[in-house]
């Protein structure tokens, strides 16, 4: 049982980019979920959690700026648009469900393997 993160790549400066997340074998509808980020050599931060009904989000910091968290619990993929991409959002993205709730999102679980946001020209 896992998550699978999918839409990461190449990008340029200013650029961008929308990643997916959809669950293997079970169903995401129940739970919020989160997206995370870790940069190289930094530790992983949370961008932002997202209710199981779509109604309610939470963003960490000015993640909320350039960043839009959504879900289609009809396609079970819950969605991290990013816009003005910069050097600095280069980083493995990953999504995770919250097992206690949200948001804000605790208690994560059943993370994916991640996928790679590459900011460069």
């Known amino acids: 049982l896992q998550l699978a993160e999918s839409g990461g790549g190449l990008v340029q400066p200013g650029g961008r980019l929308t990643l997916s997340c959809t669950p293997s074998g079970f169903t995401l509808n129940s739970y919020a979920v989160g997206w995370f980020r870790q940069a190289p050599g930094k530790e992983r931060e949370e961008i932002a959690c997202?209710?199981?009904?779509?109604?309610?989000?939470d963003y960490k910091g000015s993640f909320e700026d350039r960043f839009t968290i959504t879900r289609d619990n009809a396609k079970e993929t819950v969605y991290l648009r990013m816009f003005m991409l910069k050097s600095e959002d280069t980083a493995v993205y990953s999504c995770?469900?919250?097992?206690?709730?949200?948001?804000?999102?605790?208690?994560?679980?059943?993370w994916g393997k991640g996928t790679l946001v590459t900011v460069s020209s």
């Open positions: 995770a469900m919250a097992l206690g709730g949200g948001p804000p999102c605790r208690d994560m679980g059943f």
């Open positions: 997202i209710s199981s009904g779509g109604g309610v989000v």
